[in-house]
């Protein structure tokens, strides 16, 4: 069965920070690049921020040089460290596998960017 249980959103202010986590089942973590997405509200769903099972990761354009993904292996947690917040990153994050098929979903950590 696969679980994927996200945490570390809450309200912060623009400019400030935010660090995710996700805990995920072995056979998420086994199946080698993850992610972390974002939805918006009334959009959909993006990638925002990718990483490979060695570690090489990539990012969406609008977040790129503000969040740093990172995993831990040992542990199957997956990170994302959120700086210099926008009102525009407000949405519900979510993790999972990257660019492969996904199978269901964590119920997402909620960000709120606000002054």
């Known amino acids: 069965q696969e679980q994927l249980v996200e945490s570390g959103g809450g309200l912060v202010q623009p400019g400030g920070s935010l660090s995710l986590s996700c805990i995920a089942s072995r056979n998420i973590f086994s199946r080698g690049e993850l992610g972390w997405y974002r939805q918006a509200p009334g959009k959909q769903r993006e990638l925002v921020a990718a990483?490979?099972?060695?570690?090489?990761?990539h990012y969406e354009p609008n977040v790129e040089g503000r969040f740093t993904i990172s995993r831990d292996n040992a542990k199957n947690t997956l990170y994302l460290q959120m700086t210099n917040l926008k009102p525009e990153d407000t949405a519900v994050y979510y993790c999972?596998?990257?660019?492969?098929?996904?199978?269901?979903w964590g119920q997402g950590t909620q960000v709120i960017v606000s002054a």
């Open positions: 999972n596998v990257a660019f492969q098929e996904i199978r269901s």
């Open positions: 990483i490979t099972f060695s570690g090489s990761s």
